[in-house]
């Protein structure tokens, strides 16, 4: 029995490494939203500790019904704080290393869930 969609999905990541991800074909060096429904939007955030609860609730806008977020090379969990309003509208938040995140958000979105991947792309050499 086939569990999955029959419908083709578009903003995929088709690659990723130190300090990138490859969406659709284009390599993306600095951080980003990508969502599966509309693509690669705008997340200045370029480390960690730059994060705040404006980062996350900023996400309330395209009403997903998953966040995966993406924390950089190691795992990192956001602060309560941060996430509040989306647990508050039942928005699920998903945390994990980038790499992870890349495969799970692929994952998601094929299932025509709408979904947004918050990734923390940092530049190699940031701690």
Same mark, same amino acid.
């Given at each position: 029995m086939d569990f999955q969609s029959d419908t083709a999905f578009q903003h995929r990541i088709t690659a990723y490494?130190?300090?990138w991800i490859e969406v659709?074909?284009?390599?993306?060096n600095s951080s980003l939203l990508l969502s599966s429904k509309t693509g690669i939007l705008s997340?200045?955030?370029? !480390?960690f500790d730059t994060l705040d609860e404006q980062a996350f609730s900023q996400l309330l806008q395209y009403r997903p019904q998953i966040i995966v977020f993406g924390s950089g090379s190691?795992?990192?969990f956001p602060r309560p704080t941060w996430i509040k309003a989306l647990i508050q509208q039942q928005i699920g938040v998903e945390t994990m290393d980038l790499y992870a995140a890349? !495969?799970?958000y692929n994952i998601l979105a094929s299932?025509?869930?709408?979904?947004?991947?918050?990734?923390l792309i940092e530049s190699p050499d940031t701690p």
């Open positions: 490494g130190p300090g659709d074909g284009e390599r993306q997340w200045p955030y370029p !480390r190691q795992l990192r890349c !495969r799970t299932e025509g869930r709408n979904t947004i991947f918050a990734a």
